[in-house]
Structures are given as C-alpha cells and as structure tokens.
C-alpha cells in the first residue's frame, strides 16, 4: 500500500518549488529527504514506479529521436572529450583527498567513483527542457543527443561490471530492424483511445522485459523500439499520449534520491562539495561545442542544462558495490552529490536566457568562422511567422499569396527545413528566443511578427525580447488558454484563442457548404 504521507508530502513540496519558481522536481527532492527524517520506509512500490517512470522516459525520447543526430561529432565528439577531460579532473580530486586523509580509497574506487560523476542527469535535463517547452529546440536535441550516447556508455560500463555479455539469443533482436511498418499498423488499428496508450505502454514495457532477457539493460531496449518507430505522425502521437504517465512515475524516482538515506559526515560533506562542483560542466561543455561548429546560443544552453549529475551514476555505483570495488555508502553520497546538483542547476536554468543576452557579445567570440559565415538572409522581411507547424504553415500560405517574398517562416527544426524549402516557402532555421537572430532583422521595416508556437513561455519570451529592442509593429500570438491570451494581451500581444476561434471558423465552412 502506498503510504498517504508520501502522496501528500510530494504534493505540499512540489506546490512551494513551483511558487518559488523552481522546477516542481525540486520540491519531490526536498520531500524525499524529508520522508528520509520521518523514518518512512521506501516501498516496493515506489521503486517499481521510478523503474517504470525511467524506462517510460527513455522510451519517449526514442519516439522523438533522429539517430542521424547521435552520429554528428558534435554530439559524440563533445560527449567524449567531456567524459574524459571530467573523468581525469574526478579522479585528481579523490586522489587529492585520499593523499590528505580526507578520504580512504583505492585506485579502483577512484576512478569508478569519478566515471560515475561524468553523466548528466538524462531525467532532469528532459523535465527541465518539458517545462520550458524547449524539447523540440535544436539545443534541446543537442543535449538530449548527448545524454543518450553518455546512457550507452554507462550500459557499456554496466554489462562489464556485471561480468557478463549479452546471451546468443541476443542476435534475434535484429529482427526487430524490419519491423517498423508492423509496428505502425498496429499503433494505427488501436485507433487513439485507451488502447492506443495500452499499446504503447506495451510497446516500452514489454521491449525492456526483452532486452532484459537476452543480457541487455532494458532501458535500452525501451529506446531502441521507440527509435524504431520515430519521424511517424504515429510516434508522436505517442509520445503525447504517454506524457502524464511518465511524468507521474518519476515523481517516484526523485522521491527515492531523498529517501536512500545520508551516508557518513565526512562523505557527506564531500558530497556536498562535489555536488557544488557540477556548476563547472558547463565550463568545459561550451569550449567543446563552440569547437564543433555549434553556435554560442546553442552551445550556452546546452552546456547550462547539462550542468547537473546522472541517475545513471548511481546505477554504475551500485553495479561498482555489488562487484565489491566501492564501499557501498557512497551511492547514498552521490545520491546527496545528485541533489545538491538539481538545486543549484535548477535556478540557473530558470536564467539561461537572460544570462545569454547579457553575455552575448562575450560569448559569440567563441564562436568559429565557419559558424559566423553561416547566417541565414534576412533581408527585406515585412512579415514574420514563428513557428512552422501546420498552423504556422497554413498562416504563413495565406501570407505569402499577397506579401511573397516579404513574408519569413522561421522554425527551430532543421528537419523542416528542406521540406518547406522544396514546398517554394522562404524559412530559415532559427531560435526565435535567440538575441542574435533578431539583431540580424530589420525591425523597423517588420509590420507584423505572429507566434504560432503553441508554447506559452515561449510566446512570452519573444513577446517581451520584441519590446526590449524596441519593436513598434503588431504581434499576433496563438494560445491554448484564455488565461494565457490575457497575460499577452496585458503586455501589447494579440491573442488568437485557438479553440474558439477553430469553432468559428469550423462553423464558416459549414455555412459555406449549406449556400454552396
């Protein structure tokens, strides 16, 4: 039975994070170790409900997957010369306080311990980004390609602690390559009820139960038969539907980092400086992708959202304990190193954007000639449409009939690039939060901006971008809320209700067929 405290206590705390701005996943932390001093007991339930939630996770970044992106070096040349340069700087630390008394480790531990710290937390990172609205931003898809190739690292790391290989029966996992259109047919016969999310909840479930069964971490095997099915209108409609499931089981999972409990005080207090020490990924991820051709916006946030540790750590030192190379308190220590790095992470990704405009000019120095001679041409635009959705599009059709040229589509997507290119439409890829896209336009000859984003934080942040560089022309926003539409409305902003005024105009076709 799950105990009410532990229900009310998530709650109560996740209620004060979000009134004080912070990610309500920093609230589940703080109740976790305050259900750790009330002497609650974790249930067997409550680590059945992370299993699912993580295995969930995975599974729906899968879904959104283009494995083109692990294989840029971006990606894996940047998650690799991290690890390295993070593992190397890890393992001087720990050598530096066992040489000074401060702590009692072999070499062994060092360096399993500082391999363990050079994950960022592929939980966090997701629910950071979710709540933002960012996950389809080309930083998001950056950092969550990072993530991915550092969680096949660990599963690496994992199968050679455990002593063991995958079995034989392995290799009959690659019949599951040519079954992407089955799986499809399938998804589409359930149709988009309750069966529709049965199915994918076997979908994540069941492929972990099988690449459990062959030796592989099933994680991974959640990820690789989403991957499967990605780029599908099916997929994302997935993806969608398995979205509260998930994020209610990992509530779970932030529970459990409070409640393993505090290890020894002189470990604690290593733990809390290691975790004040998860502040200088950052300074060693923006260097590395600026050094890839990655622009400075892109690189900034990136860098900032992967400046926490990884749930993964905590899998590898268990492995590490039971294979006898740790002492088995220090899981509870980077447990404690994981929190201390969601609180501070937390608020300085609440700030991202305003530290980039501020530094923006000191940071695009970084960036390589190759980047700078890149920008998109903007010349000569009167009429602006952000985001190149099916709304987004079908605005910027009507647009371009009167306006042509004049007229430019901007997503964030660089997949949607080249088939809007095709379709005869002028879109160029760009962040529309982004300062310097902005300062590469013309504002004063823009007549009209329209957000058709879909994402309230974001309208608001270019909304308020626009009015801090002195934009005097009309800007039009799309919402879901009436709520949202009054905030924008409040500050200069056009809101087009999309649910009422998509009864209105369905009501003017009907009127059209009746007198046709």
Partial sequence: MFDPLIILLALGCGIVARALGLPALVGYLAAGFALHELAVVSSGLLETL???GITLLLFTIGLKLDLRDLLKVEVWGTTALHMLGTQAFFMLLLAASVSIGWLSLDWLAIAVIAFALTFSSTVFVIQILQERGELASRHAKLA???LIVQDIAAVVFLVFAAGKVPSLEALWLLLLLPLRPVLIKLLGYCGYGELFTLAGLTLALGGAALFESVGIKGDLGALIIAASISGHQKSKELSRSLMQFKDLFLVSFFLLI?????????????????????????VLYYPLLTRFNTPARVSFLSAIALSNYSEFGLIVLAMAAVAGWIDPQWIGALSLAIAVSFFLSSPLNARVHRWYRGWQPWLRKFETKTVRGARPDTSGVELIVLGMGNIGTGAYTDLAREYGESVLGVDDNDNKLQAHTDAGRRVVAADATDPDF????NLGQVKLVM????NHQENMAVTQLLRERKYSGLISAVVRYPEEAEELESIGTSAFYLFAQAGSGFAAHARA????
């Fill in 258 to 282: 409070g409640l393993s409990g505090w290890p020894e005080l002189e470990v604690v207090l290593f733990a809390v400086v290691i975790g004040a020490l998860s502040l200088l990924k950052p």
């Fill in 513 to 516: 067929q009746l007198e046709s």
């Fill in 451 to 454: 957000l058709a984003l879909t």
């Fill in 438 to 441: 902005w300062s590469r336009i």
């Fill in 50 to 52: 992370s299993e699912v």
């Fill in 144 to 146: 969550v390609g990072i």
